[in-house]
């Protein structure tokens, strides 16, 4: 065979898989089915910050064991956890060693590719951080001798007595290649509408915002759903955010700002109206509910003045106020909730009824109360009575999926049994197992490049 390893896509997972091999002594190739230089993936869209639910990798790991196992409810595989809490600060030394600057923004962000992307609206991307990482890593993989094969894409995999076989669609025609290792990192699902249905992440995945690279469309967890993988836990749960709903015209509205922080802090109603999810565990939940209703783009957010121009409005790096307003997305604004329920298309009676039944929950301490219920923490329900009050039409975006292909903690593919698959692991944004449980608890993207170094070693240590 002309490879110990073929790694399927070439996002930050698969580049840090392929080079960590090549530095092993393998002889790796990296399948991309893209054509394109700077070809689109999440990886190259990225704000490069890595984190472990939000707290910083220099977080003892035992501590960032017992995050990631809260944030999830218990859905995160231990020995996953474990993984990536223990390699975040080994590969963040790997990648300065390749070359990849990184800086402290200070909170979680205390590892940010350089230079980070922090002002401004609208979709920003080149010669940002991730889109460095990606180039250098590119560049390190050539002088290893490594090949990145453009416009090939893996279709289907067939497990052979030495090895996998692949099946590559090029543009010249379909060929196959093989090794004894192959590394699916492919980046999940979530550009394919029919497994995003059938996964039950929406009804109508169409009107969500595909805040992506939109080059995920589940090759990865087909093919090894083929060789007998067990699919994860939670497949209808994604990592994604609320942005203002003309963000479905216009790249201006995303990826930031987002309005997770007002939605949190006010509440969100459907078209007729109604409350029907808990605000306070914050936007992507918020996001994952509204991906569920059968009309997606029919949810607005409430708040008012306090709000706006509080730290829900005003404290992020890049916050919805005044951004939203700047890049010309719809706010509507009145002095009192008729004029505003008018602006909406909602009977006055109907809006002042939904906030004054807030409101009330919100002064007597029981939000538990309300229908549906809501919690006061992580995010603090704000009253809304300070006028001008504001209603700002949104939509859920959806920016990788959480569930997927399920690895152990040395990224060896799973089947039903829980024993690996000879010769198969993946690495990235496809696996599942780690995020999610019933409040989709986000660990992290980025972070899921650890496994990738995992993959490369345990290929190694069995050639
Ligand atoms: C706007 C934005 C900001 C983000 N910011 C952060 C952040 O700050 N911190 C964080 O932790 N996460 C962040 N993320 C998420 C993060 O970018 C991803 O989790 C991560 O980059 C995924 O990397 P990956 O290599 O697994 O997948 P990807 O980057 O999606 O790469 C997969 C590659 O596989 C290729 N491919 C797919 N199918 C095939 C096939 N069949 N054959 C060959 N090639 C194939 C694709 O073309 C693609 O190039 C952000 C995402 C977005 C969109």
């Keep these: 065979m002309e490879y110990d390893v073929i790694i399927i896509g070439a996002g930050i997972a698969g580049l840090v898989t392929a080079n960590r ?88 962000g205390t590892n940010v590719l350089s230079p980070p992307w922090r002002t401004g609206f609208g979709l920003t991307w080149q010669n940002y951080g991730a889109d460095i990482a990606l180039q250098r890593l590119e560049a390190n993989f050539q002088k290893r001798q490594g090949r990145i094969l ?10 052979i007595y030495d090895g996998i076989e692949i099946e590559v669609e090029q543009p010249d025609g379909v060929k196959k290649i093989s090794a004894p290792s192959v590394v699916i990192a492919d980046g999940g699902f979530q550009a394919n509408p029919d497994m995003l249905r059938q996964s039950g992440v929406s009804p109508a995945p169409e009107k969500l915002l595909a805040r992506n690279g939109g080059t995920a469309v589940g090759d990865g967890l087909r093919m ?38 007002l939605a949190s802090a006010g509440i969100v109603i459907d078209a007729d109206g109604q409350r029907f999810t808990d605000e306070a565990l914050g936007g992507i939940w918020i996001s994952n509910a509204i991906a569920r209703l059968p009309d997606p783009l029919g949810t607005t957010i409430i708040f008012d003045h306090a709000i ?15 951004l939203v307003v700047e890049a010309g ?21 109907r809006l002042s ?47 990788n999926t959480m569930g997927g292909i399920v690895v152990d903690g040395d990224a060896r593919v799973l089947d039903f049994n829980d024993k690996p698959i000879a010769g198969l692991y993946a690495a990235g944004s496809t696996v599942g197992g780690l995020d999610g449980g019933p409040r989709a608890g986000y660990v992290g993207g980025l972070i899921k490049t650890t496994i990738g170094l995992r993959a490369a070693e345990t290929i190694s240590r069995k050639s």
């Design 21 to 108: 091999a090549a530095q092993l002594g393998l002889r790796a190739v990296v399948l991309e089915k893209s054509t394109e230089e700077k070809y689109l993936c999440n990886s190259r869209y990225a704000y490069g910050t890595f984190h472990i639910n939000f707290t910083g990798l220099d977080t003892p790991e035992d501590d960032l064991c017992t995050k990631i196992d809260v944030a999830t409810d218990g859905f995160a595989r231990k020995d996953l956890a474990r993984a990536v809490a223990k390699d975040g600060r080994r590969l963040m030394q790997w990648l300065k060693d390749e070359g990849i600057e990184l800086v402290n923004l200070g909170g979680y």
């Design 150 to 159: 453009r416009g090939s894409r893996a279709r289907a995999l067939t497990l």
């Design 224 to 261: 090894a759903l083929g060789l007998g993988a067990a699919p994860s836990g939670g497949m209808n749960n994604f990592y994604g955010h609320l942005h203002n709903r003309d963000a479905m015209q216009s790249t201006k509205h995303w990826p930031r700002p987002v309005t997770d922080d």
């Design 308 to 322: 706006w121009e509080g730290p829900p409005g005003r404290n992020h790096a890049q916050p919805p106020n005044p």
């Design 329 to 349: 997305g719809t706010l509507h604004r009145a002095d009192t909730l008729a004029a505003l329920a008018a602006k909406i298309g909602l009977a006055p009676e």
């Design 353 to 399: 009824e939904v906030v004054g039944e807030y409101n009330k929950a919100v002064e007597q301490g029981t939000l538990q109360k309300l229908e549906p219920a809501r919690g006061d923490a992580p995010n603090k329900a704000w009253p809304i009575k300070t006028a001008p009050f504001y209603a700002m039409p949104i939509c859920a975006a959806i920016t």
